[in-house]
Structures are given as structure tokens and as C-alpha cells.
Nanobody, 115 residues
Framework: QVQLVESGGGLVQPGGSLMLSCTVSGIFDSASFIDWYRQAPGRQRELVASITRFRETTYAASVRGRFTISRDIFRNTVQLQMNNLKPEDTAVYYC?????????WGQGTQVTVSS
């Protein structure tokens, strides 16, 4: 059974850090890539960062240099380390995986950056 379960969201002050984790069951090794998306109220869902099976990474321009995506093959997780957070990073963050032509999504985790 395929499952993507996110954790690690919360409230943080501007300039702070959070680490999100996505535990992937069923397709961790076969997924072409695993991504983090986010969606703020009233805005479209946007790609934040992506990592392939070969650990190639891509980032949205708005987070490059502040966020780092990585894979932990022992825990079947993909992590998103978020540093120097800004109020505009406030959103629900979703884990996504693509395996062949199939797309899978997690339930989302809220990140709020506010003083």
C-alpha cells in the first residue's frame, strides 16, 4: 500500500528553522522523484523542491539557498530542511511522489511563519 505521511510542521518566528519529513511507503525506491509542494491561502499549489532517485535536486527560486531536500534510504524518508524562514513561506506543505504514471500525495502539514 502506498502512503506518504508528512510531519514536522508548526509555528516558527521569522528567521527560524523547521525540518519537514515525508515517510514514503510502497514506492520509495521506485519513485522517479519525490517532491515538496506548498499551497498558501488563495494561491495555487507550487513546487518547492524535488529530489530524484539519484539524488539530483531542484529548487524553486524563492527557496534556493534556504531550503535543502534530502533522502534517507534507511528510514524511507525525504526531508526538507527549511532555514531563514520568512512569513511568505507560510503554507500547507505537501509531499508528492511520482511512480511511473501514478501520482501520490500526502495529507499536508501546516507551516506558519509569524512573530
Amino acid at each position: 500500500q502506498v502512503q506518504l505521511v508528512e510531519s514536522g510542521g508548526g509555528l516558527v518566528q521569522p528567521g527560524g528553522s523547521l525540518m519537514l519529513s515525508c515517510t514514503v511507503s510502497g514506492i520509495f525506491d521506485s519513485a522517479s522523484f519525490i517532491d515538496w509542494y506548498r499551497q498558501a491561502p488563495g494561491r495555487q499549489r507550487e513546487l518547492v523542491a524535488s529530489i530524484t532517485r539519484f539524488r539530483e535536486t531542484t529548487y524553486a527560486a524563492s527557496v534556493r539557498g534556504r531550503f535543502t531536500i534530502s533522502r534517507d534510504i534507511f528510514r524511507n524518508t525525504v526531508q526538507l530542511q527549511m532555514n531563514n524562514l520568512k512569513p511568505e513561506d507560510t503554507a500547507v506543505y505537501y509531499c508528492h511522489a511520482q511512480d511511473g504514471t501514478d501520482d501520490y500525495w500526502g495529507q499536508g502539514t501546516q507551516v506558519t511563519v509569524s512573530s
